[in-house]
């Protein structure tokens, strides 16, 4: 996933957990697409070594990643990932403001408003990046 994102110069945000110089954790964000707005991001991916998950760095990670997002100029950003993880960093529901995503995700698709206003009042679909239908090809 990383290759193709980093390969379509879609990496707007990327970084790292390393401990000993080997690294053990990595979070990801590129650029996502809704009709009358702009400054959108996806988190994606967010992966911890299996030896060191439920350690707190994927939260580290989430946290400095979503800080490294809003200096960028993140107006909101969606994820879809597990929906008893993610409102811990500000996530909500994206069908709450009328968001929905081209995977047809319903409680695992979740946005957070970085900038209040951002989102259009209509909601509308959510289009992440053609990196992640390359990922998805057998």
């Keep these: 996933m990383i290759e193709f994102l980093r390969a379509g110069g879609r990496l707007s945000v990327a970084l790292v957990a ?10 990801a964000f590129s650029p996502v697409s809704l009709a009358g707005a702009a400054g959108g991001l996806g988190l994606a991916p967010l992966a911890v070594t299996p030896d060191r998950q439920r350690t707190g760095i994927g939260g580290q990670l989430a946290r400095a990643g979503l800080a490294a997002a809003a200096a960028a100029g993140a107006q909101f950003v969606v994820v879809l990932g597990h929906p008893g993880y993610y409102p811990r960093f500000g996530f909500r529901r994206a069908a709450e403001v009328g968001l929905g995503n081209e995977y047809g995700a319903d409680e695992a698709f979740m946005v957070l408003e970085m900038r209040p206003g951002s989102l259009p009042a209509g909601g509308g679909l959510v289009k992440y990046g053609p990196e992640f239908g390359e990922w998805e090809r057998p």
Excluded: A, L, P, S
């Design 18 to 27: 390393e401990d000993g110089g080997q690294i053990i954790g990595h979070v």
